[in-house]
T-cell receptor, first 117, second 113 residues
Framework: AAGVIQSPRHLIKEKRETATLKCYPI?????VYWYQQGPGQDPQFLIS???????DKGSIPDRFSAQQFSDYHSELNMSSLELGDSALYFC????????????????FGAGSRLTVL | GEDVEQSLFLSVREGDSSVINCTYT??????LYWYKQEPGAGLQLLTY?????DMKQDQRLTVLLNKKDKHLSLRIADTQTGDSAIYFC?????????????FGQGTTLQVKP
């Protein structure tokens, strides 16, 4: 079965540079989520999109932006990178439309590891 | 806001049962989830429980929920070396079934042969 695809898997950048991470959700999933996991930390919710519209926002820095495109893939753009941005960035997707009161089961990608030097 | 706490480390012998505990503060979470993360890998959903249930069993996994005490546990029967990983409990933020999850710090399970 198709999973959530993230690219690149590894990325090394210098401070103050810009990075873009891409996420391809499971086909027919209508919602995409971005999470950040620092070294030895738990994942922190950044932002989500439902049907290409931002649906929820968490602790996402102003230097970061994201969008979901017409083909449902999503990109996370990070500018003016700081050392503290070094983390594993997860994308997840789920099918929310028609969910009702059922569990919203997120499927996570393998993550993109960003290292800022 | 929601706070989820877990013990950080658990070591068991192969074949024993493992019990990973979690406490949470936000009783409005509709569902509570258990995820497994192997080194350098993504988060794999193991199981979840609806907040109105008190137990759910799925093969070797048993989830117990004490809503009064806001305590969640994951029991793994006949623990294998392949179960060595970090286990996260998570609740959805607020009511409903939003995918905005609040994770605990993770419990590292070490299984000794």
């Amino acid at each position: 079965a198709a999973g959530v695809i993230q690219s690149p898997r590894h990325l090394i950048k210098e401070k103050r540079e810009t990075a873009t991470l891409k996420c391809y959700p499971i086909p027919r999933h209508d919602t995409v989520y971005w999470y950040q996991q620092g070294p030895g930390q738990d994942p922190q919710f950044l932002i989500s999109f439902y049907e290409k519209m931002q649906s929820d926002k968490g602790s996402i820095p102003d230097r970061f932006s994201a969008q979901q495109f017409s083909d449902y893939h999503s990109e996370l753009n990070m500018s003016s990178l700081e050392l503290g941005d070094s983390a594993l960035y997860f994308c997840a997707s789920s099918l929310v439309g028609g969910l009702g009161s059922g569990a919203n089961v997120l499927t996570f990608g393998a993550g993109s590891r960003l290292t800022v030097l | 806001g929601e706070d989820v706490e877990q013990s950080l480390f658990l070591s068991v012998r192969e074949g024993d049962s493992s019990v990973i505990n979690c406490t949470y503060t936000d009783s409005s979470s509709t569902y509570l989830y258990w995820y497994k993360q192997e080194p350098g890998a993504g988060l794999q959903l193991l199981t979840y429980i609806f907040s109105n249930m008190d137990m759910k069993q799925d093969q070797r996994l048993t989830v117990l929920l004490n809503k009064k005490d806001k305590h969640l546990s994951l029991r793994i029967a006949d623990t294998q070396t392949g179960d060595s990983a970090i286990y996260f409990c998570a609740g959805n933020h607020g009511s409903g079934n939003t995918g905005k999850l609040i994770f605990g710090q993770g419990t590292t399970l070490q299984v000794k042969p």
